[in-house]
C-alpha cells in the first residue's frame, strides 16, 4: 500500500524553491514518492501551531515573577498556568503534552513559591535517569539564581561523595534523586533525613511514562514505603506527575501513588512545522522478500542530512546495533559521536552539552536519548527500526524541532513483520492514540520483597495495610523465614540482612561489569548490566565502544570486570544463548477450543552457549566458537498458551524464525 500524504501547495511550492538544507531533504522525499515502487511510503507534515498564552499568575510571588521577567517570560503556556493552579489549590496534578513543551515550569513554579512562602519546606524530585538530575538541576538553579535566592538543591545519586551526604540532607531545599536511590539509599536510612520528611511538601515525579511495567510495579511499592515514612514523620506531600503522550496518564499516576490526581492534558505550547517521512528499504530478491539492510539505509538517510548541513540524531533499538552505526556513519563524518547506556556518566555529560551548543553534528543513540534531556534544537531525527509502540515514537520524533522550528522525522523500517506492517500502515500509526501504560504492583513477587524494606524501615503495625493482599498473613510467612517477629501489637524486622541491597527495581541482578582497557594505561572505559555481559564480554569477543573494536582478553565473572583490548577487526561478535522455561505450578487456565491459556509459576534456565563472528557492512557470518558461560535461573510468574498438536502441525513447514516471527512480530 502507498499512502500519499503529500503537502498544501504552497508548502509544496516553498520546498521546491528552495531544495538546499532540510527543505531540499523533504523535497527529495516527496520525489522519491512519486514512483509507485518507491521506498518512501508515507510522508505527514504537521503544520506549525500557535501558542495558548495567559497572563502570569497572581498568586506567584514577586520575586519569582520578577524572575521569570528576567528570563524572558512574560506569559505563561495555558498548561502551565492550569498546572499551578491545580497545585496551589493543594491538589495532586498531572500533566502530559509533548516534548518540548515547557513541563518543567509546571512544577518548578507551585514548588518555588512554596519555599518562597515557607523556607522550611522541602520537595523531592524524582527522574529515571542520573542525567535527568543533573539536567534538571541546572535548569532549577538558573530559576533561583534569576531570583537572588538562597534555596539549595543539590542531586542525590550513587555518584554522590560520602563527604557531602551529610550536608545535602540537612541544608537541600529540594533533592533531585532517582527511585533506585529512594528505595536503597534514603527511605532504608529515613532517621537521618528526618528533618527533610518532617517537612516533606512535593514530590515531583517526571517522566511518568517510563514507569511501566516491572520498573513501575517496582516504584509504586517504593510510594506506598515512601508515603509511609512521611506519616510517620507527620507530613503528607502533594504530588506532581509529568508525562508524555500516553493514552492512560492519570490511571497511571493514580495507581503509582494510590492517591487522585488531577489532569492537565491541553497543550499551549507553540510548536514549529514537522514533516514525517515512513521508509521502507527497497527489495533486493523479490522470489525470497529481501530487502536492503535497515541499518545502511539508515546511514544514507544519515549521510544525506549531514551533507546537507542539519544537525542529526539517530536512533537505534539496541546496543550492537548503535554501536554498527556509529561505526558505519563514522566513514562518512568522523566527528560522529555514539551514546548510551554503559558510556560513563563523564562522557555522556559531554556529548549532552556539545550537542546542545551544536559542536557535535550528530549522535547516534538507544532509548538513553529518548527522555527529556535538554540537547537544544536538532534539524532531525532518523529511526532506525520500529521502537515498538507508537508513543516511543512520537516521543524520539518530537527531539528535532525543540525550539519552534521546523524539523523531519524518518522512520526506517526494518524486516522484521511488526515494523513492516507499521510500514505498510501509516494510517493505523497516525490514526491511533498511543499506548496505555500498565503496572502490576500487588505482584506477590515485588510486594513481598518491598515489605520486607517496609519493615525493615518502620514496625508494621496490626490492621496496618501495604497492598491489597492481606498484610497480617504476609507477615506471618515472612516470621516463618525468621524476617520478623510479632512484639507489641506489630511486626518487627529481625534479620541481619539489608532487604534494599536484594531488591533491584529494574533488572534480574543489579550487579555491572565495568570494562577495563589494558591497551595502554589500565582504565575503565565502560559498564555493562550483568544480563548483557555474559553476551558482550565473555573471552574472544569484540566488544564496540564509541566505533573502536576491543578484544576481551579475560573474563573475571567473579569480580565483574572484563580486560580488553584495543584491536582492528573486520567483524564483530553476535553472543548465542539458550532460554528454558519450565512450568511449574497453574494458577488459573482458561480453554479455548483446543487451546489453553495459563498464568502460574515458572522457572528460566538462560545460558550463553556460543558466539557468532560477523563481518561489518555485508553482515556474512564468517566463523563462531563454543562457551560455557554460567547458567542463569529465575522463578517468576508467566502467561502462556497451549495450541493442540493438530493446530501446530499446519505451520510444520515454517522455520523456527518464522514461527517466532507470527508469535512476537
Same mark, same amino acid.
Given at each position: 500500500?502507498?499512502?500519499?500524504?503529500?503537502?498544501?501547495?504552497?508548502?509544496?511550492?516553498?520546498?521546491? *524553491?528552495?531544495?538546499?538544507?532540510?527543505?531540499?531533504?523533504?523535497?527529495?522525499?516527496?520525489?522519491?514518492?512519486?514512483?509507485?515502487?518507491?521506498?518512501?511510503?508515507?510522508?505527514?507534515?504537521?503544520?506549525?501551531?500557535?501558542?495558548?498564552?495567559?497572563?502570569?499568575?497572581?498568586?506567584?510571588?514577586?520575586?519569582?515573577?520578577?524572575?521569570?521577567?528576567?528570563?524572558?517570560?512574560?506569559?505563561?503556556?495555558?498548561?502551565?498556568?492550569?498546572?499551578?493552579?491545580?497545585?496551589?489549590?493543594?491538589?495532586?496534578?498531572?500533566?502530559?503534552?509533548?516534548?518540548?513543551?515547557?513541563?518543567?515550569?509546571?512544577?518548578?513554579?507551585?514548588?518555588?513559591?512554596?519555599?518562597?512562602?515557607?523556607?522550611?519546606?522541602?520537595?523531592?524530585?524524582?527522574?529515571?535517569?542520573?542525567?535527568?538530575?543533573?539536567?534538571?538541576?541546572?535548569?532549577?538553579?538558573?530559576?533561583?539564581?534569576?531570583?537572588?535566592?538562597?534555596?539549595?538543591?543539590?542531586?542525590?545519586?550513587?555518584? #554522590?561523595?560520602?563527604?557531602?551526604?551529610?550536608?545535602?540532607?540537612?541544608?537541600?531545599?529540594?533533592?533531585?534523586?532517582?527511585?533506585?536511590?529512594?528505595?536503597?539509599?534514603?527511605?532504608?536510612?529515613?532517621?537521618?533525613?528526618?528533618?527533610?520528611?518532617?517537612?516533606?511538601?512535593?514530590?515531583?515525579?517526571?517522566?511518568?511514562?517510563?514507569?511501566?511495567?516491572?520498573?513501575?510495579?517496582?516504584?509504586?511499592?517504593?510510594?506506598?514505603?515512601?508515603?509511609?515514612?512521611?506519616?510517620?514523620?507527620?507530613?503528607?506531600?502533594?504530588?506532581?506527575?509529568?508525562?508524555?503522550?500516553?493514552?492512560?496518564?492519570?490511571?497511571?499516576?493514580?495507581?503509582?501513588?494510590?492517591?487522585?490526581?488531577?489532569?492537565?492534558?491541553?497543550?499551549?505550547?507553540?510548536?514549529?512545522?514537522?514533516?514525517?517521512?515512513?521508509?521502507?528499504?527497497?527489495?533486493?530478491?523479490?522470489?525470497?522478500?529481501?530487502?536492503?539492510?535497515?541499518?545502511?539505509?539508515?546511514?544514507?538517510?544519515?549521510?544525506?542530512?549531514?551533507?546537507?548541513?542539519?544537525?542529526?540524531?539517530?536512533?537505534?533499538?539496541?546496543?550492537?546495533? #548503535?554501536?554498527?552505526?556509529?561505526?558505519?556513519?563514522?566513514?562518512?563524518?568522523?566527528?560522529?559521536? $555514539?551514546?548510551? %547506556?554503559?558510556?560513563?556518566?563523564?562522557?555522556?555529560?559531554?556529548?549532552?552539552?556539545?550537542?546542545?551548543?551544536?559542536?557535535?553534528?550528530?549522535?547516534?543513540? #538507544?532509548?538513553?536519548?529518548?527522555? %527529556?534531556?535538554?540537547?537544544?534544537?536538532?534539524?532531525?531525527?532518523?529511526?532506525? %527500526?520500529?521502537?515498538?509502540?507508537?508513543?516511543?515514537?512520537?516521543?524520539?520524533?518530537?527531539?528535532?524541532?525543540?525550539?519552534?522550528?521546523?524539523?523531519?522525522?524518518?522512520?526506517?523500517?526494518?524486516?522484521?513483520?511488526?515494523?513492516?506492517?507499521?510500514?505498510?500502515?501509516?494510517?493505523?500509526?497516525?490514526?491511533?492514540?498511543?499506548?496505555?501504560?500498565?503496572?502490576?504492583?500487588?505482584?506477590? =513477587?515485588?510486594?513481598?520483597?518491598?515489605?520486607?524494606?517496609? *519493615?525493615?524501615?518502620?514496625?508494621?503495625?496490626?490492621?496496618?495495610?501495604?497492598?491489597?493482599?492481606?498484610?497480617?498473613?504476609?507477615?506471618?510467612?515472612?516470621?516463618?523465614?525468621?524476617?520478623?517477629?510479632?512484639?507489641?501489637?506489630?511486626?518487627?524486622?529481625?534479620?541481619?540482612?539489608?532487604?534494599?541491597?536484594?531488591?533491584?527495581?529494574?533488572?534480574?541482578?543489579?550487579?555491572?561489569?565495568?570494562?577495563?582497557?589494558?591497551?595502554?594505561?589500565?582504565?575503565?572505559?565502560?559498564?555493562?548490566?550483568?544480563?548483557?555481559?555474559?553476551?558482550?564480554?565473555?573471552?574472544?569477543?569484540?566488544?564496540?565502544?564509541?566505533?573502536?573494536?576491543?578484544?576481551?582478553?579475560?573474563?573475571?565473572?567473579?569480580?565483574?570486570?572484563?580486560?580488553?583490548?584495543?584491536?582492528?577487526?573486520?567483524?564483530?561478535?553476535?553472543?548465542?544463548?539458550?532460554?528454558?522455561?519450565?512450568?511449574?505450578?497453574?494458577? =488459573?487456565?482458561?480453554?479455548?477450543?483446543?487451546?489453553?491459556?495459563?498464568?502460574?509459576?515458572?522457572?528460566?534456565?538462560?545460558?550463553?552457549?556460543?558466539?557468532?563472528?560477523?563481518?561489518?557492512?555485508? @553482515?556474512?557470518?564468517? $566463523?563462531?566458537?563454543?562457551?560455557? @558461560?554460567?547458567?542463569?535461573? @529465575?522463578?517468576?510468574?508467566?502467561?502462556?498458551?497451549?495450541?493442540?498438536?493438530?493446530?501446530?502441525?499446519?505451520?510444520?513447514?515454517?522455520?523456527?524464525?518464522?514461527?517466532?516471527? %507470527?508469535?512476537?512480530?
Amino acid at each position: 500500500m502507498n499512502l500519499t500524504l503529500g503537502f498544501p501547495e504552497p508548502v509544496r511550492q516553498r520546498i521546491l *524553491a528552495n531544495r538546499t538544507g532540510l527543505a531540499g531533504a523533504i523535497a527529495r522525499f516527496e520525489e522519491w514518492m512519486a514512483n509507485p515502487d518507491s521506498p518512501v511510503r508515507a510522508i505527514r507534515h504537521q503544520p506549525a501551531r500557535a501558542g495558548e498564552f495567559v497572563d502570569i499568575p497572581d498568586a506567584l510571588a514577586p520575586a519569582l515573577r520578577e524572575s521569570l521577567t528576567a528570563r524572558g517570560i512574560g506569559r505563561l503556556y495555558s498548561h502551565q498556568a492550569e498546572a499551578f493552579a491545580h497545585a496551589s489549590g493543594g491538589r495532586n496534578v498531572v500533566i502530559v503534552t509533548p516534548t518540548a513543551s515547557g513541563k518543567t515550569l509546571c512544577y518548578n513554579l507551585p514548588v518555588l513559591n512554596r519555599l518562597i512562602a515557607e523556607p522550611g519546606a522541602r520537595a523531592m524530585y524524582l527522574f529515571p535517569t542520573k542525567a535527568l538530575s543533573e539536567d534538571q538541576l541546572q535548569e532549577f538553579q538558573s530559576a533561583v539564581d534569576a531570583m537572588g535566592s538562597e534555596l539549595r538543591a543539590f542531586t542525590y545519586d550513587g555518584d #554522590t561523595p560520602q563527604d557531602a551526604r551529610r550536608a545535602i540532607r540537612e541544608r537541600a531545599n529540594v533533592v533531585l534523586t532517582n527511585p533506585d536511590m529512594l528505595h536503597a539509599g534514603i527511605l532504608p536510612h529515613h532517621t537521618k533525613w528526618a528533618k527533610a520528611f518532617e517537612n516533606l511538601r512535593y514530590v515531583i515525579i517526571d517522566e511518568l511514562h517510563y514507569y511501566r511495567g516491572v520498573f513501575g510495579s517496582h516504584l509504586a511499592n517504593v510510594l506506598r514505603r515512601l508515603k509511609r515514612v512521611c506519616e510517620f514523620y507527620g507530613s503528607s506531600p502533594q504530588f506532581i506527575c509529568c508525562s508524555a503522550t500516553i493514552a492512560n496518564p492519570k490511571e497511571l499516576a493514580e495507581a503509582l501513588t494510590g492517591i487522585n490526581f488531577e489532569l492537565v492534558d491541553r497543550n499551549g505550547a507553540p510548536s514549529g512545522e514537522k514533516y514525517v517521512v515512513f521508509y521502507n528499504p527497497p527489495v533486493v530478491n523479490r522470489a525470497l522478500g529481501i530487502r536492503r539492510s535497515y541499518l545502511n539505509e539508515s546511514r544514507r538517510i544519515a549521510r544525506e542530512l549531514l551533507d546537507r548541513g542539519q544537525q542529526t540524531l539517530v536512533f537505534a533499538n539496541s546496543r550492537l546495533a #548503535t554501536e554498527l552505526l556509529l561505526t558505519y556513519l563514522k566513514d562518512d563524518h568522523p566527528g560522529v559521536r $555514539g551514546y548510551r %547506556g554503559g558510556y560513563l556518566p563523564k562522557e555522556r555529560r559531554e556529548i549532552e552539552r556539545k550537542l546542545r551548543d551544536g559542536e557535535i553534528r550528530a549522535v547516534v543513540a #538507544t532509548n538513553a536519548l529518548e527522555l %527529556g534531556i535538554d540537547i537544544g534544537s536538532l534539524d532531525a531525527v532518523v529511526m532506525a %527500526g520500529y521502537p515498538g509502540t507508537i508513543a516511543s515514537t512520537w516521543q524520539r520524533a518530537g527531539r528535532a524541532g525543540r525550539r519552534q522550528s521546523a524539523a523531519l522525522a524518518v522512520l526506517v523500517a526494518s524486516s522484521a513483520p511488526l515494523d513492516q506492517y507499521i510500514i505498510e500502515h501509516p494510517e493505523y500509526f497516525f490514526e491511533r492514540p498511543p499506548e496505555h501504560a500498565h503496572i502490576n504492583p500487588d505482584n506477590l =513477587e515485588i510486594l513481598i520483597n518491598h515489605l520486607k524494606c517496609a *519493615a525493615f524501615e518502620l514496625p508494621i503495625r496490626e490492621g496496618e495495610r501495604f497492598g491489597p493482599h492481606d498484610t497480617a498473613e504476609l507477615c506471618r510467612f515472612l516470621a516463618d523465614l525468621k524476617f520478623l517477629h510479632h512484639s507489641g501489637g506489630a511486626w518487627h524486622w529481625t534479620s541481619d540482612t539489608y532487604p534494599a541491597d536484594a531488591v533491584s527495581l529494574r533488572a534480574v541482578s543489579s550487579d555491572n561489569f565495568v570494562v577495563v582497557d589494558i591497551t595502554g594505561d589500565h582504565r575503565v572505559i565502560a559498564e555493562v548490566s550483568f544480563s548483557n555481559a555474559l553476551t558482550t564480554l565473555h573471552e574472544k569477543a569484540i566488544y564496540l565502544h564509541e566505533a573502536r573494536q576491543y578484544q576481551v582478553e579475560r573474563f573475571d565473572y567473579e569480580g565483574r570486570k572484563a580486560y580488553v583490548r584495543q584491536v582492528d577487526s573486520d567483524y564483530f561478535t553476535d553472543g548465542i544463548d539458550y532460554t528454558q522455561v519450565k512450568e511449574l505450578d497453574e494458577f =488459573e487456565a482458561r480453554a479455548y477450543g483446543g487451546a489453553k491459556a495459563a498464568h502460574g509459576e515458572v522457572r528460566l534456565n538462560r545460558q550463553v552457549v556460543g558466539f557468532k563472528k560477523v563481518k561489518f557492512y555485508t @553482515m556474512e557470518n564468517i $566463523g563462531a566458537g563454543n562457551l560455557s @558461560m554460567p547458567e542463569q535461573e @529465575m522463578h517468576t510468574t508467566a502467561f502462556w498458551l497451549h495450541f493442540p498438536e493438530a493446530f501446530l502441525a499446519r505451520f510444520a513447514d515454517l522455520s523456527p524464525a518464522e514461527k517466532q516471527n %507470527g508469535l512476537v512480530g
